[in-house]
């Protein structure tokens, strides 16, 4: 079974210029999760979509935006491109949302690495 | 209250040693606790998880001991290997999955 797939792999952009970022779910998976990674440090949460509905945000401007495709599937839109927001984007699924009988086990695909310049 | 603070930020093991990682959290409400390794320029792989209702969690070389009262938990790699040297983060979630990370702990292990 294939795992988390994102695309593109590198991306060089631009300050001020907008990004579309791909991401797969692992087949079955329902629920996908996005989270910026900055080099040398953690993880950040931005979004989390279920069923094609954004059911958590995390302290990201408006600037960062996303959704989910009926195939499960989910882009991360950023717009106005800083150079802060240089990053490895990561995409994560799991099997559902918390409050049905499924486990919390979130898998990453390789991320995305976005360079702004 | 929504950190998840992580101890030490690198750590260097002769192969064959016990590899120790400890992190700390004040949210009350997480009820999941997973640890991650993460290889350079790769995502973050899961590898073993806990709930508050244990104590400890093992699978092959790897043990998470959890301290609910001290709201501490930790990692343990038995017989550290080369193969190990990576960047390990703990988390936490509560019901909404928003996993808290830590800041990481860079592991090599000597051969």
């Known amino acids: 079974d294939a795992g988390v797939t994102q695309s593109p792999t590198h991306l060089i952009k631009t300050r001020g210029q907008q990004v579309t970022l791909r991401c797969s779910p692992i087949s079955g998976h329902k629920s996908v999760s996005w989270y910026q990674q900055v080099l040398g440090q953690g993880p950040q949460f931005i979004f989390q979509y279920y069923e094609k509905e954004e059911r958590g945000r995390g302290n990201f401007p408006d600037r960062f935006s996303a959704r989910q495709f009926p195939n499960y599937s989910s882009e991360l839109n950023v717009n106005a491109l800083l150079l802060g927001d240089s990053a490895l984007y990561l995409c994560a699924s799991s099997l559902g949302f918390p409050g049905l009988a499924v486990t919390y086990e979130q898998y990453f695909g390789p991320g995305t690495r976005l360079t702004v310049t | 209250q929504q950190q998840v603070k992580q101890s030490p930020q690198s750590l260097i093991v002769q192969k064959g040693g016990i590899s120790i990682i400890n992190c700390a959290y004040e949210?009350?409400?997480?009820?999941?606790f997973p640890w991650y390794q993460q290889f350079p320029g790769k995502g973050p792989a899961l590898l073993i998880a806990i709930r508050p209702d244990v104590s400890e969690k093992k699978e092959g070389r790897f043990t998470i001991s959890f301290n609910k009262s001290a709201k501490q938990f930790s990692l343990h790699i038995m017989d550290s290997q080369p193969g190990d040297s990576a960047t390990y983060f703990c988390?936490?979630?509560?019901?909404?999955?928003?996993?808290?990370w830590g800041a990481g702990t860079k592991l090599i292990i000597k051969p």
């Open positions: 949210n009350t409400a997480f009820d999941y």
């Open positions: 988390a936490a979630s509560n019901s909404n999955y928003q996993l808290i």
